[in-house]
């Protein structure tokens, strides 16, 4: 059997593989409080093409982390965000893939499909009971059909891809996340539990689920939606996500994964709450923001480091368009808001830090240069060793950066502060 997850799980991003030391001091900073958090190191196809590197990388990276600091408890690298087309070159390196089939949501599936899924789930064409929550969850044959249309040719498309790897790996050679959270169309409780039905109809021992929640998560910045909306179908999904595990005999540890889910400070004390309700773990992902910390901490050195933070801003500027296209689903970047570079030119460090670090009490942080220079790192690879060189040169003041934007503003108003943001 595979290793499992664990109650609480990280997914962390390194999207140069420079930081997997300092990413892991952090979870070693949470053990030292007593809490176990697993370390999950994820980097996608896109990551990948656009950093030029390889899945391989992203292993060697967290295993050499795992080695130095002497880490001796379970942890994984995840393909992130993978489909038929892109998994195999991460089949070798990877123990975890995150099966993205969120393009094939409204890909109808065959007509007699969708009828023998209702035949073979009369349960869920009336309302159902779900224990934990107040009301039945209101469904219908017509409702039933619609979500069925909707959502089985993704989950059957889950199930293509899923046995495509065990036939690779083996079952229980691997941990599998199912998502569907970059698409513009939100999951509410019935949908994810018919979405649950059919992934155990499909035989996929599911360990994390990864719905799109109501609200916007746009990258590295905080959550933007209504919170107490949020906490009732966070509470909701939990209810549904037992219901669905006793129901349907899938993996009693399966849990919610939050995707883009660094930074979204407003929601914590939230899903803190409604974990502690149903005493439920989650996978929280964070959004590859570590590299903005690299850009921190660069900036925080001074000199040099200063220097080239400013020029990645200024190509990034330039090429905001091509840059942010890949992005659209999950930023929100208002143009008129983004400084010009002549002026970030002659702003010092403490400026530039201010503006980038996500620190909601600053009046000069900017969410749009951050969400900016978010999916700009673009500009660092194409720097190449004059980039890497620069993160070896500064590496304390980035290193410092990174292990506290993980341990103190995200672990523990989750995990050990009761919700309170420190930063
Ligand atoms: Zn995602």
Known sequence: MAVPLGKYSFGVGDRFAQQGKAQLR?????AEQGVAITPVWNKS??????????????????????????????????????????????LESCDFYTIDVADAIGRPAEPEAIDAFLQRHPELTRPV????????????????????????????????I????????????????????????????????VILAALADEGIPVATIAPKFTGRF??????????????????????VIRHAVSQYGLPPALKLSVHSGSDKFSIYPAIRRALERFDAGVHLKTAGTTWLEEL????????????????????????????????????AIDPARLPDPAEVTGWSAEQFVSALRH??????????????????????????????????DCEETIARNVTANLYERHM????????????
């Open 26 to 30: 952090a979870f070693l900073l949470a």
């Open 45 to 90: 196809h896109r990551e990948h093409t656009i950093v030029g590197s390889a899945p391989e990388s992203a292993r060697r990276a967290a295993d050499e982390a795992v080695r130095a600091l002497g880490w001796d408890k379970p942890y994984f690298v995840d393909a992130d965000h993978i489909n038929l087309a892109t998994v195999d070159r991460f």
């Open 129 to 160: 009971e779900v224990a934990g929550l107040e009301e039945p969850l209101a469904s219908s044959p017509e409702t039933l059909r619609r979500i069925a249309s909707l959502y089985l040719f993704p989950v059957q498309e889950a199930g293509r």
């Open 162 to 193: 899923y046995r495509h790897i065990e036939a690779r790996k083996g079952r229980g050679g691997f941990l599998t996340e199912v998502s569907m959270d970059e698409t513009g169309r939100p999951q509410g409780p019935l949908e994810l539990l």
């Open 218 to 239: 746009n990258k590295g910045v905080d959550y933007e939606g209504d919170v107490v909306q949020f906490e009732r179908e966070f509470l909701a999904d939990l209810a």
């Open 296 to 331: 921190i901490g660069l900036a925080e050195a001074g000199g040099a480091g200063l220097a080239l933070a400013k020029e990645i801003y200024s190509g990034a500027y330039a090429q905001r368009e091509a840059l942010c296209a890949p992005y659209a689903a999950v930023i």
């Open 359 to 392: 620190d909601p009490a600053n009046p000069a942080f900017n969410p749009h240069l951050r969400q900016l220079l978010h999916v700009g790192y673009k500009i660092a690879a194409k720097m190449g060793e004059r980039y890497l060189d620069l993160l070896r």
């Open 412 to 423: 523990r108003p989750l995990f050990l502060d009761g919700g309170r943001v420190v930063s």
